[in-house]
């Protein structure tokens, strides 16, 4: 007999109406002889509530949404062309978007498509729960990740969509009933997961740790468009037990070296509590984090002369003045392990051999020092040892003749400020060994959730309970922890208090798609920035893409717009 399992992959209107749109239907594993495990079948239906993290964290989805929208990341339209996409890049770091903004469709629609894919695991999962372990242990796990993109809509848009039949339509939560469902999903689950499958997969340290931010975040949740946050003692309680459970009662560990946590074998990395797994099998892996930054002359691989950046995000001047204010007279560099790791030693004879390539991490400023040749994308030029001469990098997409990879700092909207050079430029995460384009086959993990988070939410937490002397000691812990280089390992703070807790979540946790949510929760999100003077509250959330409202009109009143959109 002929078994197939199929499972239903969902347009956004199937989230609300599963029987309105068609469906693409895939074959997730099919047997001609009826041999299909069991652990198969729970494995095939599992996958697909995993399978689009990686998309959903592209540099042009959540990223941009959580980073271009802050005070981190702009992105002009660069050479006046490059990157503009009708402006939705503007809109983002603006505070002026449209329901027609396709960045935060693409975003809604990953999320979406996500949740979907999580109801229609759960229908299946759940009455094989009752008498395989193996399918226990899954359901616990999509409930959790249902419960993690639950988040993410109500973080970005203040809803949250409530569903566990896929034949009915969703409850749309707002405020505290969609926290209270959060938090009652993920308690629901927690003992039911494993701590030994990580960090690719839900963990009852990862489960404990989104807790942690859910109760963070929860005064913002419950009331968005707040004057000030209620953070409750009862809240902060929470947030003080669950980060100290996952500190104390799990195998986690800090990394000597910060940037190890971004490395292409971080999948192994102690600090990572939560993280998409992007080992070369996995086909939705990308290199996207370190290409979108830097050059359209600025190569990552000897071995692929194809493999180069695209000029895209850039920091902002407010978020590099705030490392100068930090350190005063000694250079960022010098004195904070974060803010750079210089890998790529020039020899004196200025080429390298392939194996001792390797190329600086963290914030890139000035001009850059790398792979020779003629033109875009041409063979590097090579000595006759076969080692790759190093110098100057050109950039040939700018008209003047000795016009070289120089990152200036002043970055911003006109003509001049829009330029290929504009903008200190970040390369966290390690540049894939095999991505043959520099952007397809990343080998790192994407953080979602690591250890360092949970040290500076408690700490955060014990500030809102005015223990400023605990919360020194989270931070100082963290910063004291990166022993790797212990010469610029970042010196002990004196002081603490909610501005110094901010600036210290940026040196830690920038280009990881948290600062626009931290921005707001510390009261932030409405300062001016250079391109931004926009200081209206409303704007704290997304405008719902309009696609979708139009999309759920076969049930009226279901979705309706955010205030001011």
């Given at each position: 007999?002929?078994?197939?399992?199929?499972?239903?992959?969902?347009?956004?209107?199937?989230?609300?109406?599963?029987?309105?749109?068609?469906?693409?239907?895939?074959?997730?594993?099919?047997?001609?002889?009826?041999?299909?495990?069991?652990?198969?079948?729970?494995?095939?239906?599992?996958?697909?509530?995993?399978?689009?993290?990686?998309?959903?964290?592209?540099?042009?989805?959540?990223?941009?949404?959580q980073?271009?929208?802050?005070?981190?990341?702009?992105?002009?339209?660069?050479?006046?062309?490059?990157?503009?996409d009708?402006?939705?890049?503007?809109?983002?770091?603006?505070?002026?978007?449209?329901?027609?903004?396709?960045?935060?469709?693409?975003?809604?629609?990953?999320?979406?498509?996500?949740?979907?894919?999580?109801?229609?695991?759960?229908?299946?999962?759940?009455?094989?729960?009752?008498?395989?372990?193996?399918?226990?242990t899954?359901?616990?796990?999509?409930?959790?990740?249902?419960?993690?993109?639950?988040?993410?809509?109500?973080?970005?848009?203040?809803?949250?969509?409530?569903?566990?039949?896929?034949?009915?339509?969703?409850?749309?939560?707002?405020g505290?009933?969609?926290?209270?469902?959060?938090?009652?999903e993920?308690?629901?689950?927690?003992?039911?997961?494993?701590?030994?499958?990580?960090?690719?997969?839900?963990?009852?340290?990862?489960?404990?740790?989104?807790?942690?931010?859910?109760?963070?975040?929860?005064?913002v949740?419950?009331?968005?468009?707040?004057?000030?946050?209620?953070?409750?003692?009862?809240?902060?309680?929470?947030?003080?037990?669950?980060?100290?459970?996952?500190?104390?009662?799990?195998?986690?560990?800090?990394?000597?070296?910060?940037?190890?946590?971004?490395?292409n074998?971080?999948?192994?990395?102690?600090?990572?509590?939560?993280?998409?797994?992007?080992?070369?099998?996995?086909?939705?892996?990308?290199?996207?984090?370190?290409?979108?930054?830097?050059?359209?002359?600025?190569?990552?691989?000897?071995?692929?002369?194809?493999?180069?950046?695209?000029?895209?995000?850039?920091?902002t001047?407010e978020?590099?003045?705030?490392?100068?204010?930090?350190?005063?007279?000694?250079?960022?560099?010098?004195?904070?392990?974060?803010?750079?790791?210089?890998?790529?030693?020039?020899?004196?004879d200025?080429?390298?051999?392939?194996?001792?390539?390797?190329?600086?991490?963290?914030?890139?400023?000035?001009?850059?020092?790398g792979?020779?040749?003629?033109?875009?994308?041409?063979?590097?030029?090579?000595?006759?040892?076969?080692?790759?001469?190093l110098?100057?990098?050109?950039?040939?997409?700018?008209?003047?003749?000795?016009?070289?990879?120089?990152?200036?700092?002043?970055?911003?909207?006109?003509?001049?400020?829009?330029?290929?050079?504009?903008?200190?430029?970040?390369?966290?995460?390690?540049?894939?060994?095999?991505?043959?384009?520099?952007?397809?086959?990343?080998?790192?993990?994407?953080?979602?959730?690591?250890l360092?988070?949970?040290?500076?939410?408690?700490?955060?937490?014990?500030?809102?309970?005015?223990d400023?002397?605990?919360?020194?000691?989270?931070?100082?812990?963290?910063?004291?922890?990166?022993?790797?280089?212990?010469?610029?390992?970042?010196?002990?703070?004196?002081?603490?208090?909610?501005?110094?807790?901010?600036?210290?979540?940026?040196?830690?946790?920038?280009?990881?798609?948290?600062?626009?949510?931290?921005?707001?929760?510390?009261?932030?999100?409405?300062?001016?920035?250079?391109?931004?003077?926009?200081?209206?509250?409303?704007?704290?959330?997304?405008?719902?893409?309009?696609?979708?409202?139009?999309?759920?009109?076969?049930?009226?009143?279901?979705?309706?717009?955010?205030?001011?959109?």
């Amino acid at each position: 007999m002929k078994n197939k399992i199929k499972f239903a992959f969902l347009a956004f209107a199937m989230l609300f109406s599963w029987s309105c749109t068609d469906l693409e239907e895939q074959v997730l594993d099919e047997s001609l002889t009826g041999s299909v495990s069991e652990d198969e079948i729970i494995t095939s239906v599992v996958a697909p509530a995993y399978a689009l993290l990686p998309r959903l964290f592209l540099h042009t989805h959540l990223f941009c949404l959580q980073e271009i929208s802050s005070d981190e990341g702009i992105l002009p339209a660069r050479g006046g062309k490059d990157w503009y996409d009708g402006g939705v890049f503007y809109q983002l770091h603006q505070h002026e978007c449209l329901s027609t903004n396709n960045k935060i469709k693409d975003t809604w629609n990953d999320l979406t498509l996500l949740l979907s894919r999580s109801v229609s695991a759960i229908a299946t999962l759940t009455p094989m729960a009752e008498t395989d372990a193996s399918a226990k242990t899954f359901l616990a796990e999509v409930r959790g990740m249902r419960a993690f993109y639950s988040m993410l809509t109500l973080d970005l848009w203040g809803i949250v969509f409530q569903k566990d039949d896929p034949n009915e339509l969703s409850i749309v939560l707002r405020g505290d009933e969609a926290v209270e469902y959060i938090k009652s999903e993920l308690e629901a689950v927690v003992g039911d997961l494993k701590t030994d499958v990580g960090p690719g997969r839900l963990t009852k340290g990862g489960a404990y740790a989104l807790l942690t931010r859910l109760h963070i975040n929860a005064a913002v949740w419950r009331d968005p468009y707040a004057t000030s946050f209620s953070f409750t003692d009862a809240d902060m309680d929470k947030v003080i037990e669950y980060s100290t459970k996952v500190i104390n009662d799990y195998d986690y560990a800090m990394s000597p070296e910060y940037f190890d946590c971004f490395a292409n074998d971080n999948h192994t990395n102690k600090e990572l509590i939560f993280a998409i797994d992007q080992r070369p099998d996995m086909s939705e892996s990308h290199n996207r984090m370190c290409y979108w930054s830097m050059s359209g002359h600025f190569y990552g691989n000897p071995l692929f002369p194809g493999g180069d950046g695209t000029d895209g995000g850039a920091i902002t001047q407010e978020f590099y003045q705030s490392w100068v204010d930090a350190y005063g007279d000694v250079d960022p560099a010098e004195a904070d392990c974060r803010f750079w790791w210089e890998r790529l030693v020039v020899p004196a004879d200025s080429t390298i051999a392939v194996e001792d390539f390797h190329l600086n991490r963290g914030i890139y400023r000035g001009l850059q020092i790398g792979l020779q040749n003629d033109g875009h994308k041409q063979p590097f030029k090579v000595d006759g040892e076969g080692e790759y001469y190093l110098g100057p990098m050109r950039d040939y997409r700018r008209a003047a003749a000795d016009a070289f990879v120089d990152y200036l700092l002043e970055i911003d909207f006109t003509a001049e400020g829009s330029d290929y050079n504009r903008g200190y430029r970040v390369q966290k995460y390690d540049w894939s060994r095999v991505s043959h384009n520099g952007t397809s086959k990343g080998e790192h993990d994407l953080v979602i959730v690591r250890l360092a988070d949970m040290y500076m939410l408690r700490a955060e937490a014990k500030l809102q309970k005015g223990d400023a002397t605990g919360a020194l000691a989270d931070v100082n812990f963290v910063r004291a922890s990166r022993t790797a280089r212990p010469e610029v390992t970042p010196p002990a703070l004196t002081e603490m208090n909610i501005d110094i807790l901010f600036r210290e979540r940026g040196f830690e946790f920038y280009w990881e798609h948290q600062r626009r949510t931290d921005m707001i929760r510390l009261g932030k999100y409405e300062d001016p920035l250079i391109e931004k003077t926009n200081s209206d509250v409303k704007k704290r959330l997304f405008p719902i893409p309009q696609s979708a409202i139009d999309g759920a009109s076969v049930a009226e009143g279901f979705l309706t717009q955010n205030d001011s959109y």
